[in-house]
């Protein structure tokens, strides 16, 4: 056998046994670190999935919450808009009907007194403080000959106040002059209506006693009288009518109602929405300010960042002092006393093999 062979079978018996002893401790070294990776990866992995389960179910939420939040501001806009236009808005007209009542004649047909009639004010109908008022009784007439030879009337209406005085006011009215020829002519024209009694000859009389008329709220009106100065009219009914002569705003909401709705719905929802905006925003800024007055950091710890396995270790030896201190300490250890002994017998290794050689050296000389 060779000088070779001979070293080469010299330093296998030698160091077998220690190079397998080494080897198996790399080995289970490299299984272990392995599987702390793999943990690792595998934790690091559910972490990011619960973290997106978790802005899943947060999206949802935020969605739900903002979409009952519009809901609610535009049902809270149409209601402050109503309220507004409840109480801001009063009632066009008032339409009051009365029965005129008179003294009938004792011994011929007809009447012998003037047509008259009373209401009582703000019971039934209720005025609105600094509203001008046009009031106005309109008669309902037949077109017979006695009302066409009647020719103008005058009547009267007086307007009883709370401190027992009155305020009256007298207009005159006449009905509508038609000529014979054109009353045929309507007759013809209007026969099958008239027959089936679907229409029938007859006049509105409107007579205005006040063009403006303004209650006090101190001195308010209580009852309303009317009187129609003439024996010979005919009438077949009479009617109160209080308008309400708007200006300014109360004239554009009146005449332009849906522009007005739209325009004081759209206000009411800015509005609303910016004071939730605001209310929000200083909420979470407060939250926000006061976690990092607590935590003494500044800034957004960025949780998806790759960490090492150091990083790991450190992480899980600071968040746990007592706990699994000692078994991170036990495995550091076991570490460093592998690298230790793996030093020492590579050490050893060398110097036995030196020694070897130089004995083989002398034999073979």
Known sequence: MGAGARIEQAIHDITGTKVTTVIKDKLENGVRLTKRKANSVAGRTKSKAENLVFRLKLLVYNSIATLLTFVLIIALSFFFYGAFYYAYMPLQVHEHPVNLQFTPCDDNP?????PSASMELNRKIKLMTGQPYSITVRLEVPESTVNQDLGM???CLQLHLADKNEVSSC?????????????????LAFSPFLV????????YVDINFYQKFYDDPHNPA???????????IQIYKSTVLIHAEFSGLRHIIYTHPWISTAVGVMGNFILLSTIILISWSRFFTDDRIEDKLASELIGDIDTDSDISLEEDD???????????RHGDFGEARASANNSASEEHMKGELDIT?????????????
């Open 110 to 114: 007809g009447v012998c007194s003037y």
């Open 153 to 155: 009337f005058m009547s």
């Open 171 to 187: 207009q005159s009215a006449i009905l509508q002059f038609r000529s014979q020829f054109l009353i045929y002519l309507e007759t």
């Open 196 to 203: 089936s009694g679907t229409s029938s000859q007859k006049q």
């Open 222 to 232: 209580t009852k309303a009288s009317i009187q129609i100065q003439s024996k010979f």
């Open 314 to 324: 450190v992480f899980k030896m600071t968040d746990d002092p007592f706990g699994d």
């Open 353 to 365: 093999l030196d020694n070897q050689i130089n004995t083989l050296v002398e034999n073979i000389k």
